[in-house]
């Protein structure tokens, strides 16, 4: 089974952070890495998809880089509607999540 | 609208069983492959079970694999997970998800139903 290691598990920020979530594989993935947003009480949601392609309707400021084991995410400039939970999830062998990022307002 | 809507969560003692369903619209069901995704509380994203768009294969999670049957009607445009055997570690938030067009990323989630096993 492919494990994900995320990291951090909660990061503190403020409005306008450049901010960067790292996600391992445990084996090689290739490119088949999904990043996803959840906020309490609700559903996840798609951002990133094959590693660093945009979601339609996400924001331009998420981006998505890495390939092999090691990814990351990037929010260039923290939005006050940007304080959630980030998942990274493998899809190369059937599928994997991370723990979870928590991104709180410092 | 794209979407999916799932039901048939509530409690349910250990041992029992319990059916969720997941109706979807706005999109052509049969073409798309479908996942369960649950989430306990408090706890992070754990993948459920897979089914191709035609019902054929499915994958479980080895945590579910014997007690829980994943199921589609294309014709019904709905999804479902029969569980059994359910255990306390079984309670969580169960999502149905969509698999995007061309790889396995899980682009439409419904809003999620609760499963609460405890007696």
């Known amino acids: 089974d492919i494990q994900m290691t995320q990291s951090p598990s909660t990061l503190s920020a403020s409005v306008g952070d450049r901010v960067t979530i790292t996600c391992r594989a445990s084996q090689s993935i290739s490119s088949w890495l999904a990043w996803y947003q959840q906020k309490p009480g609700k559903a996840p949601n798609l951002l990133i998809y094959?590693?660093?392609s945009l979601e339609s309707g996400v924001p331009s400021r998420f981006s998505g880089s890495g390939s092999g084991t090691e990814f990351t995410l990037t929010i260039s400039s923290l939005q006050p509607d940007d304080f959630a939970s980030y998942y990274c999830q493998q899809y190369n062998s059937y599928w994997t999540f991370g723990q979870g990022t928590k991104v709180e307002i410092k | 609208e794209v979407q999916l809507v799932e039901s048939g969560g509530g409690l349910v003692q250990p041992g029992g069983s319990l059916r969720l369903s997941c109706a979807a619209s706005g999109f052509i069901f049969s073409t798309y492959e479908m996942n369960w995704v649950r989430q306990a509380p408090g706890k992070g994203l754990e993948w459920v079970s897979y089914i191709r768009s035609s019902g054929s294969p499915i994958y479980y999670a080895d945590s579910v694999k014997g007690r829980f049957t994943i199921s589609r009607d294309n014709a019904k445009n709905s999804l479902y997970l029969q569980m059994n055997s359910l255990r306390a570690e079984d309670t969580a938030v169960y999502y149905c998800a969509r698999g995007r067009e061309m790889d396995n990323a899980f682009d439409i989630w419904g809003q999620g139903t609760m499963v609460t096993v405890s007696s």
């Open positions: 094959k590693a660093s």
